[in-house]
């Protein structure tokens, strides 16, 4: 899961590329999801744009990526508006082209406030909790039931926009809810952005680890060669090595 004017805008990222023709722009949207996707034209925009942008311009073409809510992205994808999301996970999009190779790994998991003592014990223990989640997510299959099943109901708070992890975040500070659900690796990166990493503590997991990706529109008939791409840069950097440099620079561990 920044400022207005970064979320607004579109970023044309240009890549050093070799002595071909450019043969098209790959539009890739998503909200923040930072360290999978960051903000737009900053020297750490995420290790999956950083990975789709090397792996795409093989093909000769350039990335454009810019952020908007996660919802919005989904459908302007399906619709063929954009070419690409980052960081889908299959039940995300059943209907979306995506790489044979996921781009990383990702699971869902509960924080508190430090000192709570509240811990994650399967889907009854979520009715004694206000719980905050972001619009659009699947989570696990398990917890998108749940969170289904209890929309509307005072216990759930479902947000969207463009920074809604943010407010999340700042509802759990406030005690406006009891428990936020979130990636792990994503969760602790905005705490530690925010600085205010300490204030929190892990309360469980839920589900195994699923496989995310950046997966491309239904609408495109370009679709299954930007896949393909993707497949073969994922491959391509593992075993030479760029993708372990890649990933450790974000702190990431490899999948």
């Given at each position: 899961?920044?400022?207005?004017?970064?979320?607004?805008?579109?970023?044309?990222v240009?890549?050093?590329?070799?002595?071909?023709?450019?043969?098209?722009?790959?539009?890739?949207?998503?909200?923040?999801?930072?360290?999978?996707?960051?903000?737009?034209?900053?020297?750490?925009?995420?290790?999956m744009?950083?990975?789709?942008?090397?792996?795409l311009?093989?093909?000769?073409?350039?990335?454009?990526?810019?952020?908007?809510?996660?919802?919005?992205?989904?459908?302007?994808v399906?619709?063929?508006?954009?070419?690409?999301?980052?960081?889908?996970?299959?039940?995300d999009?059943?209907?979306?082209?995506?790489?044979?190779?996921?781009?990383?790994?990702?699971?869902?998991?509960?924080?508190?406030?430090?000192?709570?003592?509240?811990?994650?014990?399967?889907?009854?223990?979520?009715?004694?909790i206000?719980?905050?989640?972001?619009?659009?997510?699947?989570?696990?299959?398990?917890?998108?039931?749940?969170?289904?099943?209890?929309?509307?109901?005072?216990?759930?708070?479902?947000?969207?926009?463009?920074?809604?992890?943010?407010?999340?975040?700042?509802?759990?500070?406030?005690?406006?809810?009891?428990?936020?659900?979130?990636?792990?690796?994503?969760?602790?990166?905005?705490?530690?952005?925010?600085?205010?990493?300490?204030?929190?503590?892990?309360?469980?997991?839920?589900?195994?680890?699923?496989?995310?990706?950046?997966?491309?529109?239904?609408?495109?008939?370009?679709?299954?060669?930007?896949?393909?791409?993707?497949?073969?840069?994922?491959?391509?950097?593992?075993?030479?090595?760029?993708?372990?440099?890649?990933?450790?620079?974000?702190?990431?561990?490899?999948?």
């Open positions: 899961m920044l400022p207005v004017s970064k979320l607004a805008r579109t970023v044309l240009t890549l050093a590329l070799p002595a071909v023709a450019l043969a098209d722009t790959v539009t890739i949207r998503a909200d923040e999801w930072f360290p999978y996707n960051g903000a737009p034209g900053s020297a750490r925009p995420g290790y744009i950083e990975l789709a942008q090397q792996a311009a093989k093909g000769g073409h350039q990335v454009n990526y810019a952020l908007m809510p996660w919802e919005r992205a989904l459908e302007s399906r619709k063929g508006e954009f070419d690409c999301v980052a960081g889908a996970a299959k039940t999009a059943t209907d979306f082209v995506f790489p044979e190779e996921p781009l990383g790994k990702d699971q869902a998991a509960f924080y508190v406030k430090k000192g709570s003592a509240w811990r994650y014990a399967g889907l009854p223990s979520l009715s004694a206000k719980l905050a989640v972001i619009a659009g997510y699947s989570y696990d299959d398990t917890l998108d039931k749940y969170i289904q099943d209890n929309k509307g109901k005072p216990a759930l708070q479902v947000l969207s926009g463009d920074n809604a992890l943010d407010q999340n975040v700042k509802k759990l500070k406030a005690g406006r809810v009891d428990v936020v659900v979130e990636s792990r690796a994503v969760f602790n990166a905005k705490v530690a952005d925010m600085g205010i990493k300490d204030e929190f503590e892990l309360a469980g997991t839920q589900g195994e680890a699923s496989e995310v990706y950046v997966a491309c529109s239904p609408a495109k008939p370009s679709a299954r060669d930007y896949a393909r791409l993707l497949t073969e840069g994922v491959r391509a950097m593992r075993a030479n090595g760029e993708l372990a440099a890649l990933l450790a620079r974000y702190g990431v561990e490899p999948w």
